[in-house]
C-alpha cells in the first residue's frame, strides 16, 4: 500500500516563497507522471503541476511562471518550489500520480495572508 506524506506547508505572506515536498513508500513513482494537485477552501481538488519520469514538466495557468515542480525517484520525492505566493494559491496541497491515483496523503496546509 503506497502512503503519500506531503510537507512544507505553512503561513506566508504574499508575495513570499514555500517548497513543498511529498515522500512516498512504495513504488509510485517508477514510471509514473507525479502531480500535484490543491483544494482551495470550499472548492474542489485540482490539478495544479505535473512531471514525467523524464522530467518533463506542465503547469496549469494559475501557477504557470510561479510554481516549478522537480522530482528524485532514487529518494521517492518530489517537490514544488512555490514563488510569487498570491491569496488565492491558500488551499491544501496533495502529491499523486495523475492517473491511477493512489489513497490520498492528508495534505498540507498553505496559507497566504498579510
Known amino acids: 500500500q503506497v502512503q503519500l506524506v506531503e510537507s512544507g506547508g505553512g503561513l506566508v505572506q504574499p508575495g513570499g516563497s514555500l517548497r513543498l515536498s511529498c515522500s512516498a513508500s512504495g513504488s509510485i513513482f517508477s514510471g509514473n507522471i507525479m502531480a500535484w494537485y490543491r483544494q482551495p477552501p470550499g472548492k474542489q481538488r485540482e490539478l495544479i503541476a505535473t512531471i514525467s519520469s523524464a522530467g518533463l514538466t506542465n503547469y496549469m495557468d494559475p501557477v504557470k511562471g510561479r510554481f516549478i515542480i522537480s522530482r528524485d525517484d532514487a529518494k521517492n520525492t518530489m517537490y514544488l518550489q512555490m514563488n510569487s505566493l498570491k491569496p488565492e494559491d491558500t488551499a491544501v496541497y496533495y502529491c499523486?500520480?495523475?492517473?491511477?491515483?493512489?489513497?490520498w496523503g492528508q495534505g498540507t496546509q498553505v496559507t497566504v495572508s498579510s
Open positions: 499523486n500520480a495523475l492517473v491511477a491515483t493512489r489513497p
